[in-house]
């Protein structure tokens, strides 16, 4: 049931809320709830007098009362548990929040934070968003979605739990992800928060400590997978088509069996795309474009080492072969600088074991059969540093430390300036935190990690990295996709959003080393990508025919920024 509208008035042309829910419904709607700035007026025609206190406050000291109240909790996971129970009561004020404070902010309702409390989310819920899909709803699942309280649905942001992070199989605890993703499409992005929906499938778990967990609130079974999976997600997104056709799906932390599949079957029927190969790709590529400028190099004059061949790792290593591609190189020349590793070591093409990601990517035996190796057999990470002299390493293989000191200081004396992207999530599964990159290298890396992580003092000089995660992309592309009425996320689309993120970084960050905008910046960042995305759509002949101009100021007007709106009885 519709609990208020939107409506203007045709005299004033003011903007407010029919509003039909009354008293304590309207205080525990997060939609709805202004808690104490409900006006005089308000609380005598909603049914809300005796309901509240007797101050009436506007939402800046609401938000002042909340951030001191954030202030004095203990640690990360406890500020967490406050911003979402403030979500939970108020999104306005929850955004308000969020949006005054996102240095301070993001951390703890997007990545790390957000890792540490999906590890026991069972445990600290307090309240549900978003919808849960299962095997045992999925037969009704028209019924489950009208369920959804929600005005309207523009954006999904859609989990199975099967790879949170670098955390693995998280099952129905994973949903902090989506949840974390949408406060971004909102704080960075400026999506409304009535039109996105975070989404669960939860198709049961692999996870022996959650199935064994008697808290744990998820579907208690193992994992449904083949054809019973396909067939869910299948019924999904028709479902989702059929109520919601304008809907953009992005598909976030699933396993890498399943999400190149879902990209590669939905991506041309559904507008869609998948935050983990595409969004991070894309996110990467802009930060090595800066980091050609920072060299004065093309990237044909880079060596690169990717370890980590799945989601991640395939995305950025398809970016770079393309980068290296519209230098003029042929696919061979330009496939054959880029050295791909995964379990086995270097991908190699006479391994039967690739998938089918991964073989463009692999070498060819006879490149690599004069190498000297460490020990006969498996080509590891050090046999690459030694023959091949990768310039650029790049980790996304949730294995904290991966990168020895060894590795990075070979990298080192490689090159004048070692580029390194340490990509997993959360911190804790960094391959070499900044800190050990510089100090391996004399502190002359340019450094990205996943997480965040502070600048450090060497000779006199602030060192920073660069947070390279795909949070830079997602929800600019996401709005610009739906301002442009984009039919779907191209390849075209990404790379002039990773153009317009990596053009945004200033000569004076460039030399600091920085790769991509700070995190204050995320705002203008997103706006960027929306315009550049939604300029591409058209040029493409997928998106709005608006000049220039017309798009900028649609991207502006889609732009919700937190504030109260007036309420009148309905
Ligand atoms: N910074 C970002 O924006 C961003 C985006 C996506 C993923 N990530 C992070 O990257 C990590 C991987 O994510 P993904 O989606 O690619 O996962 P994935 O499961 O699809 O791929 C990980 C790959 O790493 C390989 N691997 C594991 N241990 C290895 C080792 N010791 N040596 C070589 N290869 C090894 C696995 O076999 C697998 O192919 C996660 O920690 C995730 O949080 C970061
Ligand atoms: O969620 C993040 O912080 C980035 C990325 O999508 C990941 O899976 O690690
Ligand atoms: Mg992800």
Not at 210 to 237: C, H, I, N, S, W
Not at 521 to 527: E, F, G, H, L, N
Request: contains cysteine; hydrophobic residues 40%; charged residues 25%.
């Amino acid at each position: 049931m519709r609990t208020f509208s939107f409506k203007i008035d045709p005299l004033t042309g003011e903007e407010y809320y029919e509003v039909y829910a009354r008293g304590r419904q309207l205080l525990n709607d997060p939609h709805l709830n202004k808690a104490s700035a409900f006006t005089p007026e308000e609380r005598a025609t909603l049914g809300l007098d005796g309901l509240l206190r007797s101050a009436v406050t506007d939402l800046d000291a609401q938000v002042d009362r909340a951030y001191e109240a954030f202030q004095h909790k203990p640690d990360d996971l406890e500020k967490y548990i406050f911003l979402v129970a403030l979500q939970d009561r108020s999104e306005v004020i929850f955004y308000k929040l969020v949006t005054d404070h996102l240095k301070e902010m993001v951390p703890i309702v997007y990545t790390p934070t957000v890792g540490t409390a999906c590890l026991q989310m069972s445990n600290i819920q307090r309240r549900f968003r978003g919808i849960y899909i299962t095997p045992e709803n999925i037969g009704h699942i028209d019924q489950v979605l009208q369920n959804i309280t929600l005005p309207q649905v523009s954006l999904i942001v859609v989990t199975d739990g099967e790879r949170i992070l670098g955390l693995g199989d998280l099952g129905s605890d994973g949903m902090g992800i989506p949840v974390g993703k949408v406060s971004l499409y909102v704080a960075a992005g400026g999506l409304h928060p009535h039109v996105c929906l975070p989404v669960c499938l939860d198709v049961g778990t692999n996870n022996q400590r959650l199935l064994d967990d008697p808290f744990y609130l998820g579907y208690r079974q193992p994992r449904l997978r083949g054809e019973a999976y396909e067939r869910m997600v299948e019924t999904f997104v028709m479902a989702v088509k059929r109520h919601f056709p304008d809907a953009l799906l992005q598909w976030e932390d699933f396993g890498k069996g399943t999400a190149f599949k879902n990209l590669e079957r939905y991506r041309d029927r559904i507008l869609s795309f998948n935050d983990d190969i595409q969004g991070t790709g894309s996110t990467a590529i802009a930060a090595l474009m800066t980091a050609m400028r920072i060299k004065q190099h093309r990237f044909s004059d880079e060596r690169y080492m990717i370890v980590g061949m799945g989601q991640a790792g395939t995305g950025i290593a398809m970016n770079i072969l393309a980068a290296l591609e519209a230098e003029g190189l042929s696919r061979e020349d330009a496939a054959s600088r880029i050295f791909a590793i995964d379990m086995q070591g270097l991908l190699v093409d006479d391994d039967p074991a690739l998938d089918a990601p991964q073989r463009p990517f692999a070498q060819r035996r006879a490149a690599v059969s004069g190498w000297t190796l460490e020990a006969p057999g498996r080509i590891g990470m050090m046999d690459v540093v030694r023959n091949a002299r990768p310039t650029v390493l790049v980790g996304v293989t949730a294995q904290t430390g991966l990168f020895s000191e060894q590795v990075l200081r070979e990298v080192g004396q490689a090159t004048d300036r070692p580029i390194v992207f340490a990509l997993s999530n959360p911190t804790s599964k960094c391959e070499a935190t900044p800190e050990q990159v510089w100090k391996a290298t004399d502190g002359k890396g340019l450094v990205a990690t996943g997480s965040p992580f502070p600048p450090m003092e060497w000779n006199g000089r602030i060192l920073r990295s660069s947070q390279c995660n795909n949070m830079y992309i997602f929800p600019g592309v996401g709005l610009g996709a739906l301002v442009a009425k984009a039919s779907k996320v191209t390849d075209g689309m990404l790379l002039a959003a990773s153009r317009a993120i990596s053009g945004m970084v200033t000569p004076e960050q460039e030399a600091q080393g920085l790769m991509l905008p700070p995190m204050e910046d995320i705002r203008r960042a997103s706006t960027e990508v929306a315009f550049a995305v939604a300029r591409q759509a058209r040029e493409e002949g997928l998106g709005r025919l608006a000049d220039d101009a017309e798009l900028r100021l649609l991207i502006e007007k889609a732009q919700w920024t937190p504030h109260f709106v007036p309420y009148r009885a309905g």
